[in-house]
């Protein structure tokens, strides 16, 4: 079946615009994830939604960055007026239902902010 | 909080050599451990894991061994080849939230 895709894969933007990041869960699963990786360091998690609960927005570094996830499936990430400390890839992933299960990745978007 | 040590940070080894990555963890909620495989420009691909009923799971030339007193898990590669290059992370989950480990940069020499 088909994996978690995101979109777009690369996007160059100049600051101060605003973004938009779109992912694609594996259809079924509940749990879905938003990372941040800057060149050659670890994964830093952003945002979790599991289902019609809250979300988790513990790891959104600042107010610029906010997330929906629209009936279950699809989630848009947002990063308003960014700056160039926001170039990075990011990466959704998504599980059958979160805790503790297997978390699938996508290709990741990779953001260059000029 | 819960932190994950992974080392080394870098590893090289000759084709055809044994490679081991090691992870310890802190919070013995943690019941699953996946280890990732990065290769440049991709997503992370999971590549093995294992739940805290079993010591050691295996998978052709993949390994992954945990000890749970101890808090540690390994990731064994064994006859590398060079497509096994890649950034490997290893992973906690105390909760829903993955705990990754800051990774490995395997290099493997033809």
């Known amino acids: 079946g088909a994996g978690v895709s995101q979109s777009p894969s690369n996007k160059v933007t100049e600051k101060g615009k605003d973004v938009e990041l779109r992912c694609d869960p594996i259809?079924?699963?509940?749990?879905l994830y938003w990372y941040r990786q800057s060149l050659g360091q670890g994964l830093e998690f952003l945002i979790y939604?599991?289902?019609?609960?809250?979300?988790?927005k513990s790891g959104l570094p600042s107010d610029r960055f906010s997330a929906e996830r629209t009936g279950g499936s699809v989630s848009t990430l947002t990063i308003q007026r960014t700056q160039q400390e926001d170039s990075a890839v990011y990466l959704c992933?998504?599980?059958?239902?979160?805790?503790?299960?297997?978390?699938?990745f996508g290709p990741g978007t990779r953001l260059l902010v000029l | 909080g819960e932190n994950v040590e992974q080392h080394p940070s870098t590893l090289s080894v000759q084709e055809g050599d044994s490679a081991v990555i090691k992870c310890t963890y802190s919070d013995s909620a943690s019941n699953y451990f996946p280890w990732y495989k990065q290769e440049l420009g991709k997503g992370p691909q999971l590549i093995i894991d294992?739940?805290?009923?079993?010591g050691e799971k295996k998978d052709q030339r993949i390994a992954v061994t945990l000890n749970k007193t101890a808090k540690h898990f390994s990731l064994h590669i064994t006859e590398t080849q060079p497509e096994d290059s890649a950034v490997y992370f290893c992973?906690?989950?105390?909760?829903?939230?993955?705990?990754f480990g800051t990774g490995t940069r395997l290099k493997v020499l033809a």
């Open positions: 992973a906690a989950t105390p909760t829903y939230k993955y705990i």
């Open positions: 939604f599991q289902g019609n609960s809250a979300p988790d």
């Open positions: 992933a998504s599980s059958s239902r979160g805790k503790q299960e297997t978390q699938y």
């Open positions: 294992i739940r805290s009923n079993v």
């Open positions: 259809s079924g699963h509940t749990a």
